[in-house]
């Protein structure tokens, strides 16, 4: 029974009489900080950059307890995109405590939510990294799906997990090997496997895949003789959207310095 129950008890005796007394203190004790909370997140509706800076800190700072109240902000669709961003944010300083609610919003029927939880994990780095690498072992597709794309958030935690990235990119789902892809790019300095796997992706039949493996190849900033002999080849591709992907990539690399 939580401690709204308790104060709904019958006072028959002065023992319950003072354990009402202790439960109501302890209400009274939690809610300077439910009220701080949600002082904090009022802030992310105001325009001033400084302010909702302060409260993103602040929030940051008051860690597990703060949880629910950005988990409840971040997955409103109602709010303002720049207020869930906020939201965002303020989990990934939390840390751990936020991994578990964002990784079960990986799921959420709203695309938009699933989003917002992946790029919140990207914030909170490489801490999330052992969830997220069980997820994209999950049977759920969507969560696989999701749990790559919050890899390819951050740089540092798509190198923490990069080992399951590459068994990733052998998913059946082409959504779950693309944005494995996507986040095995994003690592620096690049390692010879990534090269070797975006190739390989060259020769993938789903269109979509072979599309990310050649914008992949023109982010990594390689004009290797082996990169520009199979870019070069996409420029031939069936597919419109690879062969335009193509053409940017190897723009991009011919403009190296």
């Known amino acids: 029974m939580d401690v709204f129950g308790l104060l709904r008890l019958p006072l028959s005796t002065s023992s319950s009489l003072a354990l009402l007394l202790l439960v109501q203190g302890a209400v009274l004790a939690q809610s300077p900080c439910e009220h701080q909370v949600a002082a904090q997140i009022q802030l992310f509706r105001s325009n001033d950059g400084e ?5 993103v800190r602040t929030l940051g700072k008051l860690g597990a307890a703060a949880v629910p109240a950005l988990m409840e902000t971040l997955t409103d669709q109602q709010e303002d995109r720049g207020v869930r961003l906020s939201a965002a944010q303020t989990l990934g300083k939390v840390g751990s405590a936020a991994v578990p609610p964002l990784i079960a919003a990986l799921e959420d029927p709203r695309e938009q939510v699933r ?7 990207g914030q909170v780095g490489p801490v999330a990294a052992t969830a997220l690498t069980e997820a994209l072992q999950a049977q759920s597709v969507i969560l696989r799906h999701f749990a790559a794309f919050a890899f390819h958030q951050n740089p540092h935690l798509a190198a923490a997990g990069s080992q399951d990235l590459f068994e990733a990119t052998k998913d059946e789902q082409p959504l779950v090997r693309a944005n494995a892809l996507r986040a095995l790019s994003s690592i620096r300095p690049v390692v010879p496997q990534v090269v070797s796997v975006l190739l390989k992706a060259l020769e993938e039949r789903d269109a979509q895949v072979r599309t990310v493996a050649v914008q992949a190849l023109g982010e990594i ?4 003789p082996e990169i520009l ?4 080849e996409m420029l031939l591709d069936t597919d419109e959207r690879v062969s335009q992907s193509a053409v940017r990539t190897l723009l991009t690399l011919s403009n190296l310095p």
């Open 51 to 55: 302010a909702i800076r302060a409260a």
């Open 115 to 121: 989003i917002d939880a992946a790029f919140a994990l």
């Open 221 to 224: 900033r390689l004009a290797t």
């Open 229 to 232: 002999t199979a870019v070069n």
